[in-house]
């Protein structure tokens, strides 16, 4: 028996991360969280884990009430909980560049990490990378259209990436239209149902921006071999295409229980109760390119990435702060991307490979982009 650490485990990940693990009959033992403490006492209840981590001190006082002594507390916490657990498998789930650190450690002292914390990869990709081949330690993509692209990898040159995107709920909005949108709207995502910060990404096609970055170090194919392609369906979650033009596929129902769970057996494959896509019922696939004069994170991303060192991250830290913002209803929806790239053209780009540089960087932008914020009210 498997035993997993799932870091993120209140998140919508985290909650599939816990279902995959009691489909497989693998041993939780250790969740963690950043405030959450009822969702975390509920879901200790249920997987009885060795460890629980809270980043909160409210929420740590009262899950240390609630559970005793196997709680611990913030950044020390979580550093303990992956020394000290010996997992076979450490998923990261926590949503944004709070992910980079963990992912550090957990590369230091675990063998598998099952990854759908991409802001790791964006703001810290090469960096990883190197650490992961010295530690020996396999980085497992969750993200589902990466884990598509991994499904698909025969050994061969690759020609080119091809990555899907929904489009999601705005898809075909004229700019004038998007001034508007509201929060409500934004969150309404028409294929899949994710954490706020995700579903926002996914409205703006910046996700699909941080998955380029992605897929950059996860296979290291440059930016100009990595496409993106609009599929409202999401049945196809990304293309592979070898120099024969030979184009390999995965396909699936929308369910992340499917490659967290790959992330979990591979190079296996194990019996599961989850979603069965139904071909027959599939009706038209369909395909376009995406609209990059109106959803201008997409070609943010892509500059970001040609300008390299630390503009991927600067992207992200900007975007994150930009989203917080936009879900506090202190900015519109398009004040996101101009926010971004307004932080970005201000940024001085340097390289750098010190982890207290990179969160630096990370800290002032947020700075940064939420004075630029404020300015914009
Ligand atoms: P979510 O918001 O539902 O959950 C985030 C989790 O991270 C929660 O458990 C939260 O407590 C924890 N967290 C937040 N801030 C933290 C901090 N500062 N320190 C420690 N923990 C913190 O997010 P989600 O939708 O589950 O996404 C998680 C990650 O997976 C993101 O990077 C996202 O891009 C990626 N991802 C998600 C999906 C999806 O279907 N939800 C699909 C692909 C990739
Ligand atoms: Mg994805």
Redesign the pocket.
């Known amino acids: 028996m498997k035993r997993v650490l799932i870091?993120?485990?209140?998140?919508?990940?985290?909650v599939?991360t816990i279902e995959v693990c009691e489909n497989l009959g693998y041993q939780i033992v250790g969740i963690?969280?950043?405030?959450?403490y009822l969702k975390l006492f509920e879901l200790s209840k249920r997987c009885h884990p060795d460890y629980v981590v809270i980043?909160q001190q409210t929420g740590y006082n009262n899950l240390k009430e609630m559970l005793g002594n196997h709680v611990l507390f913030g950044t020390e916490g979580?550093k303990e909980v992956i020394s000290e657990s010996k997992a076979d498998i450490i998923v990261n789930?926590?949503?944004?560049s709070?992910?980079i650190l963990?992912t550090i450690e957990a590369i230091k002292h675990c063998k598998r990490i099952a990854l759908?914390?991409?802001?790791t990869l964006v703001g810290a990709g090469e960096m990883i990378m190197k650490l992961a081949k010295e530690f020996q330690c396999e980085i497992i993509p969750?993200?589902?259209e990466h884990s598509a692209v991994f499904q698909c990898l025969d050994g061969q040159k690759i020609k080119k990436i091809h990555l899907t995107a929904s489009g999601g709920p705005f898809l075909g909005y004229k700019s004038s239209q998007l001034e508007a949108v509201t929060i409500e709207d934004a969150l309404k995502h028409p294929t899949?149902?994710?954490?706020?910060?995700?579903?926002i990404?996914s409205a703006t096609l910046m996700?699909k921006g941080?998955e380029v970055i992605e897929a950059k170090w996860l296979f290291n194919v440059d930016a100009d071999k990595i496409n993106v392609v609009i599929h409202p369906e999401s049945i196809i979650h990304s293309f592979v295409q070898y120099e024969d033009n030979s184009f390999i596929a995965q396909l699936g129902a929308h369910d992340?229980r499917i490659p967290i769970q790959y992330a979990f057996t591979y190079p296996d494959r194990y019996e599961n109760n989850f979603n069965v896509m139904d071909l027959v019922s599939l009706g038209k696939l369909t395909f376009q390119n995406p609209d990059i004069d109106t959803f201008k994170c997409l070609g943010l991303a892509y500059d970001a990435l040609q300008y390299g060192n630390t503009m991927p991250l600067v992207l992200n830290a900007a975007n994150e702060a930009a989203v917080q913002m936009f879900l506090e209803e202190k900015i519109s929806f398009t004040k996101i991307w101009y926010l971004i790239e307004k932080v970005m053209n201000n940024h001085h780009n340097i390289y750098t490979d010190d982890i207290s540089e990179i969160l630096e960087i990370d800290r002032i932008t947020r700075i940064r982009t939420f004075e630029g914020g404020n300015k914009c009210q």
Do not use: F, H, R, Y
Request: avoid cysteine; charged fraction near 20%.
């Open positions: 870091l993120g485990a209140t998140g919508s990940i985290g599939q963690t969280a950043d405030k959450n980043n979580l789930a926590i949503v944004g709070a992910g963990p759908a914390n991409k802001e969750v993200d589902s899949w149902k994710m954490g706020s910060k995700i579903t990404d996700n941080l992340m």
